[in-house]
């Protein structure tokens, strides 16, 4: 397991069209086993289009991809990963549980062996008393906590996670971010995080990824280093060296993008 | 953060987002149930209560403008009292001793008209499944097989009858009935709101789930059976309801056009002949077809309530 988690060599994505338009250009980024890395940068910087990449749901126009050592594709058919989006996506006919369960019984997982896993991961995301319900049920962010428990359901070792919390109140939202955090230190995967909030970047990572758009590319890389996971309580967020390194995020993008502003970025 | 979790539960156990009210609301009580029932005895009350109305009203002969009538005319002929028309049922079909009562002549020919219409409902529902399936697998053939479909609803029912017919009587694998030929043009009306019902539902789900699905590395028979199919239940329930109502007015038709003797259809075409010596007869078939399209789709609804889970929305945040 020497691999890096994810290996982003010179990849360029082109929107080919009436108007051809150059999403990403010379990215280049490596993310390493157990690591939790944000993307974030104004509204068309192509963050997501990134993730789309890593994720294989969308394949690059140039450069390549590698998830734990392999081609992007093979990772995706060997569920190397699991994904979650801005909308919690849950399906609306299946209970909480048989939600979370999905993955596990699309690759063929026992039924035993498929309850005693939702029963793990409900616990972990503290909705063991809704397993029976359906996520009509549900509000916004309880159903975003079931969106990951489905992402983490066959303990991937990279999750990927485009805005998950975008849709969400702030309170809500710092409480799913807390446990974010301990969610990670306790199953140790690395982590791709997509955002346009500054706080929440800086909360959550070990490093940021500050991009600027069209075309599409990395401005400059923050290394938090505010300690493992594990550590992270919410009195960090008082704390010197945090705002330190919001500051410090910050210079990135607009510096990063002084001719542009850095439109869509939340400064909060 | 545990107590946030704890918070949340809270919440929801002290009842301000109750999670059992919405099931309860979901499975109705049985007064709730006995509503829609009650809705359409007092619209048919009231259909009747019109009826006499109009014959109290207007003048026999009608009422005109000009040379031209704008209100039928209500006589006795034309326009017989409900009275007499429900008190008609019950006497025999005809004169001839020992004759059944109308009713229950009514109800035998109904009978064997909503036989040929079950079948001619499974004959559409599948034709049309299969379609739509081929439709939704294969972006060619949706653009190649959507336009005919909807092409063949402009072929009148009534120009298939001889053809059908005709190639019947040359299949030689088995006997060919009257009654099939029936069931087969009476298809070709209740195929087209499945086909084109499921391809909206099968072509639903949002680029999200396709995009969730795409990530599970999940097959296209998997992508079908856990994500098209549940997802396409609310477009197919309709459309099955749709195509029940649709197979019994096409045997109907489908019966006076071949001449089929026995069903609903031709005794519609034979009773009208009575109009002038027994103006309520007419009416005991047309009633009869009308209650057959009411089970035909109350037999289908019945089918929507133990799909009812896939029915729900997504309520996002």
Known sequence: ?268 | MTTGVAGEAAVAASGVMPPRTVRRRALPGPLQALRPVGLGIAAVLLLALLWEAVKALVPDDGWSIGDLRVLPRTTDLAMPHVTEMLARLGDPLTAQPGADPLWLAVLRAGGTSLRIAAVSWLIGVVVGLLLALLMTRFRIARSAVLPLVVLSQTVPLIALAPLVKGWGAKIEVLTWEPWMSVAVIASYLAFFPVAVGTLRGLTSPDALHRDLFAGYAASWSQELVHLRLPASVPHLLPALRLAATSAVLGVVVAEVSTGMPGGIGRMILEFANFASSDPAKPWAPIFGAVLLGLVASGAVALLGTGLRRYRRAEVTA
């Not at chain 1, 289009?49 to 294989?56: E, P, S």
């Open chain 1, 1 to 268: 397991m020497t691999a890096a988690a994810v290996q982003v060599t010179d990849v360029g994505r082109v929107f080919a069209g009436e108007r051809t338009v150059t999403a990403l250009e010379h990215v280049d980024l490596t993310v390493g086993a157990g690591e939790f890395v944000s993307l974030i940068g104004p509204s068309g910087c192509g963050k997501s289009t990134l993730l789309r990449l890593i994720a294989d749901l969308d394949q690059p126009t140039s450069g390549a991809i590698s998830v734990f050592g392999r081609p992007a594709e093979q990772a995706r058919l060997a569920h190397d990963y699991g994904i979650a989006f801005q909308q919690a996506g849950l399906l609306p006919w299946r209970t909480v549980r048989a939600n979370i369960e999905l993955p596990l019984s699309l690759h063929g997982v026992g039924r035993g062996a498929r309850r005693e896993r939702a029963d793990e991961m409900l616990a972990l995301v503290g909705l063991t008393d809704f397993a029976e319900h359906f996520p009509d049920q549900l509000s916004g962010g309880m159903q975003q906590r079931v969106a990951i428990a489905r992402a983490l359901a066959e303990r991937p070792s990279l999750l990927l996670m485009d805005e998950p919390f975008g849709a969400l109140d702030e309170m809500t939202r710092e409480r799913l971010q807390s446990e974010l955090v301990r969610i990670c230190a306790e199953t140790q995967a690395a982590v791709v995080f997509v955002t346009h909030s500054i706080p929440e970047a800086v909360f959550l990572s070990d490093r940021v990824v500050v991009m600027s758009a069209r075309p599409g590319r990395i401005a400059g890389i923050v290394d938090v280093g505010l300690g493992r996971a594990g550590e992270r309580g919410d009195d960090l967020r008082e704390d010197g060296a945090y705002f330190a390194a919001v500051t410090a995020v910050r210079e990135a993008l607009h510096g990063g993008a002084s001719a542009v502003p850095a439109r869509g970025v939340e400064t909060r």
